[in-house]
Nanobody, 104 residues
Framework: VQLQASGGGLVRAGGSLTLSCVAS????????MAWYRQSPGKGRELVAGDAVRGPFTFSRDNAKNIAYLHLTDLKPEDSGVYYCYACDRGADYWGKGTLVTVSS
């Protein structure tokens, strides 16, 4: 499974962004999808995904084979590289990441 993430950018604190992750196969057939974030000096952490709730909203559009991460009320500490993740038939797949920078 190939994953292509996009939608990152520079946004002011309090702003919003929607990240997109296009999968190379039908997302309806992918067991699990999620978004992770890696901030400078930190490890990769889970942000949101299937059956995972957090401050941001994860959703899928299986008709378009896209997973989304809706980022709202962003804070500078939300800055980092956001990675799309999929687990399909026991194998892990990662996209290349998209950078989100939140200015204060």
């Amino acid at each position: 499974v190939q994953l292509q993430a996009s939608g990152g950018g520079l946004v002011r604190a309090g702003g919003s962004l929607t990240l997109s992750c296009v999968a190379s196969k039908s997302t309806a057939d992918i067991n699990y999808m999620a978004w992770y974030r890696q901030s400078p000096g930190k490890g990769r952490e889970l942000v949101a995904g299937d059956a995972v709730r957090g401050p941001f909203t994860f959703s899928r559009d299986n008709a378009k084979n896209i997973a989304y991460l809706h980022l709202t009320d962003l804070k500078p500490e939300d800055s980092g590289v956001y990675y799309c993740y999929a687990c399909d038939r026991g194998a892990d797949y990662w996209g290349k990441g998209t950078l989100v920078t939140v200015s204060s």
